[in-house]
């Protein structure tokens, strides 16, 4: 069985896959808009997206430490099922899916974990991520944030309508031009995974072929 840890690494990818294809939705203020329609906006620009490219930067807070985890790389989307996040700080890793097998490749310790993407998405809500069919509307309840950052940016809240084990809320920040900028997922044990993307390139052509990983001679292959 893939463990808890390695579950929630995989789940917090799975969401930034999801929501990394919400940018450009179209003319107008955020500001001007209910949380209800701007999701809505969101969602179209979902469903008409077909790939995206990014470089990313990561920080994780976690409730009984005191440090950070920071990592840095590159990330790309085919949908559905296809992608591919390649760390290179604070060591290089890769966690890579061509759809039916997940793989997570640790430089450090020599060794490549793979696993059934079906084995790992249990729930509704994860496996509509991964698949490329997920809703907002139909997923989440869509609320305002207490805390709204510049008097022209939306901060959503979004909170899972069946209660998931590795995410009580999510919150998307939304500038005047209705593109994403940052991505917070807050698990059920008081951690925070903050995610902002940059030099972003959607609808580009991608082979498939991107989307396996062969690791180094040397490396130890765990069959979960």
Same mark, same amino acid.
């Given at each position: 069985?893939?463990?808890?840890?390695?579950?929630?690494?995989?789940?917090?990818?799975?969401?930034?896959?999801?929501?990394?294809?919400?940018?450009?939705?179209?003319?107008?203020?955020?500001?001007?808009?209910?949380?209800?329609?701007?999701?809505?906006?969101?969602?179209?620009?979902?469903?008409?997206?077909?790939?995206?490219?990014?470089?990313?930067?990561?920080?994780?807070?976690?409730?009984?430490?005191?440090r950070?985890?920071r990592?840095?790389?590159?990330?790309?989307?085919?949908?559905?099922?296809?992608?591919?996040?390649?760390? =290179?700080?604070? *060591?290089?890793?890769? +966690? !890579?899916?061509?759809?039916?097998?997940?793989?997570? &490749?640790? %430089?450090k310790?020599?060794?490549?974990?793979?696993?059934?993407?079906?084995?790992?998405?249990?729930?509704?809500?994860?496996?509509?991520?991964?698949?490329?069919?997920?809703?907002?509307?139909?997923?989440?309840?869509?609320?305002?944030?207490?805390?709204?950052?510049?008097?022209e940016?939306c901060?959503?809240?979004?909170?899972?309508?069946?209660?998931?084990?590795?995410?009580?809320?999510?919150? =998307?920040?939304? *500038?005047?031009?209705? +593109? !994403?900028?940052r991505?917070?997922?807050?698990d059920? &044990?008081? %951690?925070?995974?903050?995610?902002?993307?940059?030099?972003?390139?959607?609808?580009?052509?991608?082979?498939?072929?991107?989307?396996?990983?062969?690791?180094?001679?040397?490396?130890?292959?765990?069959?979960?």
């Open positions: 069985m893939v463990n808890d840890a390695l579950k929630k690494i995989l789940f917090f990818a799975i969401c930034g896959v999801f929501f990394s294809l919400f940018f450009l939705v179209g003319p107008g203020s955020a500001a001007d808009r209910s949380p209800e329609e701007i999701a809505r906006l969101l969602q179209e620009t979902y469903d008409k997206t077909t790939s995206m490219t990014a470089d990313f930067q990561q920080v994780t807070s976690m409730k009984m430490s005191r950070d985890r990592g840095e790389g590159t990330v790309a989307i085919l949908k559905p099922g296809r992608m591919r996040w390649d760390y =290179v700080s604070p *060591d290089p890793q890769v +966690l !890579v899916s061509d759809g039916e097998t997940m793989s997570m &490749y640790f %430089s310790s020599k060794q490549m974990m793979v696993m059934p993407a079906k084995e790992y998405l249990q729930s509704d809500v994860t496996y509509s991520f991964f698949a490329g069919t997920g809703n907002i509307l139909r997923d989440f309840n869509v609320m305002p944030c207490e805390e709204v950052e510049g008097e940016i901060s959503l809240k979004l909170v899972p309508k069946t209660p998931h084990l590795q995410v009580e809320f999510i919150r =998307v920040w939304v *500038d005047s031009n209705f +593109l !994403v900028t991505l917070c997922i807050y059920n &044990y008081g %951690s925070v995974t903050d995610l902002h993307f940059s030099n972003i390139m959607i609808n580009k052509v991608i082979s498939p072929d991107f989307f396996s990983f062969s690791p180094p001679a040397d490396t130890e292959i765990v069959e979960q």
